[in-house]
């Protein structure tokens, strides 16, 4: 399962570019003992978003799935807002980032990292 982006996922994330901010949609899926790994990444990774503009909007872990398939519930959804697309791939690109990462790869079995574009 696909856990982080690709570096051709995130040059077509830029292609794509409508300009303006971005938010970014997190699905996540811990595997066992992976929310405290992925609480360690959280605060981790509190320096970067602040480092390049971005904040989270929203972190809250998933309950009653009333429309889905089997398997399709989620543990955590997270919504992070970037001021560009591009500030985000300068984030995930970066050494320092890349070095806590793991944290992140350690602690989940699934994910969905999925750029959104408001409808307004």
């Known amino acids: 399962m696909a856990i982080n982006p690709t570096g051709a996922e995130l040059k077509q994330l830029l292609v794509d ?13 811990f595997n066992e003992g992976g929310q405290v790994k992925y609480g360690e ?3 981790s990774v509190l320096p970067f978003l602040e480092r390049y503009g971005a904040e ?3 972190f809250g872990t998933g309950s009653t799935a009333l429309v889905a398939e089997s398997g399709q519930d989620w543990d955590a959804v997270i919504l992070v807002r970037y001021p560009s697309r591009e500030a985000f791939t300068r984030m995930v690109s970066d050494p320092e980032y890349q ?18 574009i408001p409808l307004h």
Do not use: C, F, K
């Open 17 to 29: 570019d409508p300009g303006g901010p971005v938010v970014m949609l997190n699905l996540l899926r």
């Open 56 to 58: 989270v909007v929203y």
């Open 99 to 116: 070095a806590i990462t793991h944290l992140r790869s350690e602690s989940l079995t699934e994910a969905v990292l999925q750029a959104t």
């Open 41 to 43: 990444y959280s605060r």
